[in-house]
């Protein structure tokens, strides 16, 4: 830990020269240099306190790429607001919108942590209550503004495809003591839509189409509104397969949804696509596999995407220790940060400085599927 600290003064000291290097567009442009980039901005914020610096760089990456994870663009706006940097918030907030982010979502960040086994999930976060309002027409302008520019750029016929296998595999995967007197050899019909499902991702992966929240976006029904997709939004398709089934809501008994989909809520725990990935973890961590390297470096998978199957598939032979409810019980750094450096993860010191920041701070810094893959 002693020596990463040094290393962190020296890029501190070293910052100078080293923004005009990240600038350079000699370098090759793709998201294994954004994670790099990332990596040291992120040792500057929540290591060496370093927020003037930290944010220079995120300002430089966000303007660097034409796609960014939305979810960095949150971290850094509610860090931001922590360090009361409205010009940093301000930027980053527009950037989250520019990137998929639907302004009244921000109300779904919340206190849940893995590590605490989400707990505190129905605990909001206020931090940017005032600053949400203050500034709160000038960002429904920018919504306007933009909104339009970011659903072009999603490919409306996959992302209908997608949502429809979502939802016919998790109507599939139904407990079997519900389905039985349907008349359904539900565990054959579920491998079938498995098989269905790998066999359409496969095909465009093999022509070189790859996908991802670049150009399928950030699910939720009002997205499938805009792109006039209604028909084929999540609920309207369980609605049908209600009728089909003649399946009654309050037939689990247990106070879960029949057909257990993507919902509003998980806006930012996950996507419809991921799961189709867990549900069938074998097939898709092979597959992710032999396309790691485009569709890293095209931006269309997160590198703890990957990583999180390949550890539930027992493919890596170190745990990275990704999940918070990891970090503290690593044994040895060196091998874990060398198997997080060949996935383009930071350093485990840096994972567990914005674990504690986030707690300490009452804020939302870890995403994604089980607040691990973001």
Sequence with gaps: MKSFILSVVFFVFGLNSYAQSIMDTSTKLNYKTYYKKQEIADSLIFIASNYKDGFFIYKSLFNEFDFVWMEDCLRVFQ??????????????????????????????????????????????????????????????????????????????????????NHVEDELFKCDKNVMKHFNINFQQKWKEVLNKNYNLIDSFFK??????????????????????????????????YYNQYDMKEDEIGRGYPLIPTFSESEYFLGSPLYITFYHDIDHFQKLLKNYLNPLIELGFLHPREYVFLAVKANKLHINPCIQPSEFEKFNEAKMTNLI??????????????????????KIQLFFGFLSTTR
């Design 340 to 361: 997080r450096q060949k996935y383009y993860l930071p350093k485990i010191e840096i994972d567990i400085a914005k674990h504690k920041f986030a707690h300490n701070h």
């Design 207 to 240: 022509n070189n189409y790859f996908i991802g929240s670049k150009n399928l976006g950030y699910y939720s029904e009002k997205l499938m509104e805009e792109l006039e997709l209604d028909s084929f939004s999540i609920q309207n398709q369980k609605k049908n």
């Design 79 to 164: 860090v931001a607001l922590i360090v009361k940097d409205a010009e940093m918030a301000m930027f980053s907030i527009k950037k989250a919108i520019e990137n998929g982010l639907e302004i009244d979502k921000i109300s779904l960040l919340n206190l849940g942590c893995q590590c605490n086994y989400y707990k505190d999930c129905h605990k909001s976060i206020h931090i940017m209550d005032t600053f949400m309002q203050l500034h709160q027409n000038e960002l429904k302008q920018y919504y306007a503004k933009v909104r339009p520019i970011y659903l072009q750029k999603i490919d409306k016929e996959v992302l209908k495809q997608i949502v429809f």
